[in-house]
Each structure stands twice: as structure tokens, then as C-alpha cells.
């Protein structure tokens, strides 16, 4: 039996650290309001519970202070008239002076039709405080329940770093029996629903009010929290030049190869995946998540070898989700961790019509203009324009058997023999290898690989490797802005 839908009230002390929430909400004067609507608002004050439709403060969630704004749907169908806006844009104001990560929680019809256009338009104030918001370098977090519609998810519910919906949750621009109304026709189940939304790449995640408090300490233990001591150790030595060019090329296209996933696994924690554009695109083939390399905060994106096959190559999608994480890095003022496997970027009508090489453009010159710390770190297979999106980071790290190349090095033998069979000729013609690749200066740190390393030994040294080159750019930036 599903349960009934969460109260403000409720909602509050489900996240919220027991006794912790302090309200910033002012009495609601609505004596100058029409006879009827004043009514109307006494009685849905009575039905919730509240005296409108916004309930905001702040309070700590696992001992971490936030500013709060949650929805009461109870009162008038969650309605936004201008009280509950203003109530929304002075709590947002205030969690910005005071330096605040932001929660809201939606559960809302949208703007409140008694108060029509004057109501309306005080979306965009909404929008224009949390824009300031961001801009402070402040986490936005939001968690869209059932039903969020309207004006609701056309501003405040849609301008999240982190954005997620309740299971089985209605979410949508227009209303389905408005749009029934309209058009006469019953508008499809399972569009507007949080699950569809997940999947298409709008949402981050589905995320039950149970999990909320999961989900709200480990995004600020990334966004909020700082360095901890380091962990990992350190991987010494030099490589060990054990095998060619064409050797390691084959050892990189192994299945057991460790990838971006076992970096997570063994050397990251506090991780929160992100999911897609957030701008209704998603291509698995791109890993965006928030993290902590041995200790280092850092949003970490990475082309994930494993979803990578001829059916389901790395398309201008794949792009533009790392280009979200890149604007993610620069307005929250955290690191960039790229991620370099992948065996090329998608060749097809389909990706040249969404721009596959402008996308490729276009996040170079996005991780070349980037003011954080940026890392890029060559794992294994380093293949043509995808590669080279993620790769000018100002530390560019790579593991011994990494490569990077402007074509397969088949296609290179085709292009100047004819045939493939000049592979492994053109592997070593090219200076493919990170051996190269270092002497050219291209690389500045390569993680040996001695025989017999495990995949989670590699991804562990990796890790470390990776969290070194964060502590340093930290480091250095700090002493800059010092002196």
C-alpha cells in the first residue's frame, strides 16, 4: 500500500537533525485579501496545517547547517502566490548572505490562479535569487515530490547542481488534465513520471524522503566538506617499458582492463552519480560524479570503457554531459577530474547532426579556460577527438599502458599502407605510448605498471596519483591567493 503523501512538518523532521530546524518565516498578513480568496486561505490554513503553501529556515542535516524551502501541497494544491514567492526569495536571499547550501523540497500544482500574473512573474525573482546563489559558489539541492508541475518545475524546481524526484512522483511543465482539457486527449502515463525523467537524463536520480538525508550528507560531504588527510599510497618507481606500444595498446582494449568504475570503487568514496544533461539527454557511455579521490573533493568526469561498443559508441551526448560537469567544477569552485578510455568518438549521420565535433570543441576550450584545479588522467585508451575533449587539464596524468592517438592505430596503417596489417608499425611511428608522450611534455606524471599489477592495485595507484596532483593545485592556488 503506497504511503500517504509527506506533510512540510513531516518532511522537516524526516531530514532534518531532531530539534535542529529554526524557521525564517514571517506572519502572512492576508486581511487585504477579497472576501472569498481570504477565505479560501483559512481554510487551506486549517486543512495543512500551515499558514502557506512555503515553510522555510534552516537547520542541520547530520550536523551540517542548510537553509531549507519545503511545499506543502496541502495547502491550496502547493500553490505559489506572491506571499509564499516572497517567503522563497527572501529565504534564499538570506542563505546566500549567511553562506548556506540551499534544500528545497517541491510538491506543487504551480502558480496560484486566484492571484494570476502578478503571481506569475514572481518566478522569475525566485530564479534571479538562486541565480545569485549559485553564483556565491553556493549548492543548490532539490527534490521534486508528487506532483511538481507548472511554474514550480519551470523555475525553482529545475535550477538544481543536484536534482532528484520522489518514486512514482508526477513531474512535468503542464498538467495532465489541463492538457486533456485542452487538446482532448488523455496525455501519455508515463512521460511526466520521475522514473521516465531519470531515464532521459532530466533527473539525476529517483530518491525516496527516507534516502534524503543519505543523499543530502554525502552531496555536502563533497560540495562543502574539505580535504581530508590522504589514505592511499603513492605508487614509486619508473615504468617498467615491459611491452611495445602495440602491446599495451592490446592490453588496454582487455575486458579486465580497469576502468573509470574501478577507479570509483577502489580509490574514491561519498560518491553521488549524476545522471545525463539534466537537459533531457543521457549517454551511459559518460561517468559525471561528485566524489572524493582519496580524501580530495572533486567532480569527476570519465568515459566508461565498459558501455562503450560498436551499438552504443560515445555520442555528442556523451559531450555535453561532460561539459555539465565542467560547469558544475567552475560554479561550485570544485577540482575537475577527466577521465581519458575510450576507443573513439561516434562516427554516423546521427553525430555529426548533433554537432559530435563541435561538442568536441567545445569542451577543449571549456577545460582550457577553467580557473579550478584540473586533472586529466589517461587510463587507457586515448583514441581520436574524444580523447583529446577531456585531455588539456593543467596535470595531465597517465598509467603506463595508456595511450593517445588521433585514429586507431589501424586506421592510421589504412591511411598510409592500405591495409591494417602496418599496426603495430604505425602504433610506434606515431608515439602513441605515454613514454612518448612524457618526453613531449604532454603527459607530466606516468603510474607504473609492474608486472602482475591487479586491477585494483592500478586503480588504487591511480587514485592516489590523481588526489597527489589535486593537493598540489590546491595547494599552490591557495598560496597564490596568500600572497
Known amino acids: 500500500m503506497a504511503r500517504r503523501p509527506w506533510t512540510a512538518h513531516e518532511l522537516l523532521d524526516l531530514v532534518l537533525d531532531a530539534g535542529s530546524?529554526?524557521?525564517?518565516?514571517e506572519p502572512i498578513d492576508i486581511s487585504g485579501q477579497p472576501e472569498a480568496y481570504r477565505l479560501q486561505l483559512e481554510a487551506a490554513a486549517e486543512r495543512a496545517g500551515t499558514d502557506e503553501s512555503v515553510l522555510t529556515g534552516r537547520g542541520l542535516v547530520r550536523g551540517r547547517p542548510v537553509a531549507v524551502v519545503v511545499n506543502e501541497f496541502r495547502f491550496l494544491a502547493g500553490s505559489i502566490g506572491r506571499a509564499a514567492a516572497h517567503r522563497i526569495t527572501s529565504a534564499v536571499r538570506r542563505a546566500t548572505t549567511e553562506g548556506l547550501p540551499v534544500l528545497a523540497s517541491t510538491a506543487s500544482g504551480g502558480t496560484r490562479m486566484q492571484e494570476g500574473t502578478p503571481a506569475f512573474v514572481e518566478m522569475v525573482e525566485i530564479s534571479r535569487a538562486l541565480m545569485a546563489h549559485r553564483a556565491a559558489r553556493l549548492p543548490y539541492l532539490v527534490h521534486l515530490r508528487h506532483p511538481t508541475t507548472g511554474g514550480v518545475y519551470a523555475s525553482w524546481g529545475s535550477l538544481g547542481h543536484v536534482t532528484v524526484g520522489e518514486p512514482g512522483a508526477l513531474i512535468g511543465f503542464l498538467g495532465p488534465k489541463v492538457y486533456e482539457a485542452l487538446n482532448g486527449e488523455t496525455?501519455?502515463?508515463?512521460?511526466?513520471?520521475?522514473?521516465?525523467l531519470t531515464a532521459k537524463g532530466v533527473l539525476d536520480a529517483v530518491v525516496a524522503a527516507e534516502d534524503l538525508p543519505m543523499l543530502v550528507d554525502r552531496a555536502l560531504g563533497v560540495l562543502v566538506d574539505g580535504p581530508t588527510v590522504p589514505r592511499l599510497e603513492l605508487r614509486e618507481g619508473e615504468?617498467?617499458?615491459?611491452?611495445t606500444a602495440w602491446e599495451s595498446i592490446e592490453l588496454t582494449r582487455s575486458p579486465s582492463r580497469p576502468g573509470v568504475r574501478e577507479l570509483l570503487r577502489h580509490g574514491a568514496s561519498s560518491t553521488i552519480r549524476l545522471n545525463g544533461t539534466d537537459e533531457g539527454e543521457r549517454d551511459a557511455t559518460m561517468l559525471v560524479a561528485l566524489t572524493r579521490l582519496d580524501g580530495q573533493p572533486c567532480v569527476l568526469v570519465g568515459q566508461d570503457r565498459s558501455r562503450q561498443t560498436p551499438s552504443t559508441p560515445m555520442g555528442p551526448g556523451a559531450l555535453r554531459e561532460a561539459?555539465?560537469?565542467?560547469?558544475?567544477a567552475e560554479e561550485l569552485g570544485l577540482p575537475l577530474v577527466t577521465v581519458i578510455d575510450t576507443?573513439?568518438?561516434e562516427?554516423?549521420?546521427?553525430?555529426?547532426?548533433?554537432?559530435?565535433?563541435?561538442e568536441i570543441a567545445r569542451c577543449i576550450a571549456t577545460l582550457t579556460t577553467m580557473t579550478v584545479p584540473t586533472v586529466s588522467v589517461v587510463l587507457g585508451q586515448g583514441c581520436g577527438g574524444g580523447a583529446l575533449a577531456l585531455l588539456p587539464a593543467r596535470e595531465v596524468i597517465a598509467a603506463e599502458h595508456a595511450w593517445l592517438s588521433p585514429l586507431p592505430p589501424e586506421g592510421a596503417s589504412v591511411i598510409v599502407h592500405g591495409d591494417v596489417s602496418h599496426a603495430a608499425e604505425m602504433a610506434e611511428l606515431q608515439q602513441v605510448g605515454v613514454l612518448d608522450l612524457a618526453e613531449r611534455g604532454i603527459v607530466s606524471h606516468i603510474v607504473p605498471e609492474p608486472v602482475g599489477d591487479t586491477a585494483a592495485g592500478l586503480a588504487t595507484a591511480v587514485a592516489a596519483e590523481t588526489a597527489a596532483a589535486l593537493r598540489r593545485q590546491t595547494h599552490g592556488k591557495a598560496h597564490v591567493l596568500a600572497s
Open 347 to 358: 562516427l554516423s549521420p546521427h553525430a555529426e547532426e548533433g554537432a559530435i565535433a563541435g
Open 343 to 345: 576507443p573513439g568518438a
Open 187 to 196: 496525455f501519455p502515463r508515463d512521460v511526466q513520471t520521475a522514473e521516465n
Open 323 to 328: 561539459r555539465r560537469a565542467m560547469r558544475l
Open 21 to 25: 530546524f529554526e524557521s525564517w518565516d
Open 239 to 243: 615504468p617498467s617499458r615491459h611491452l
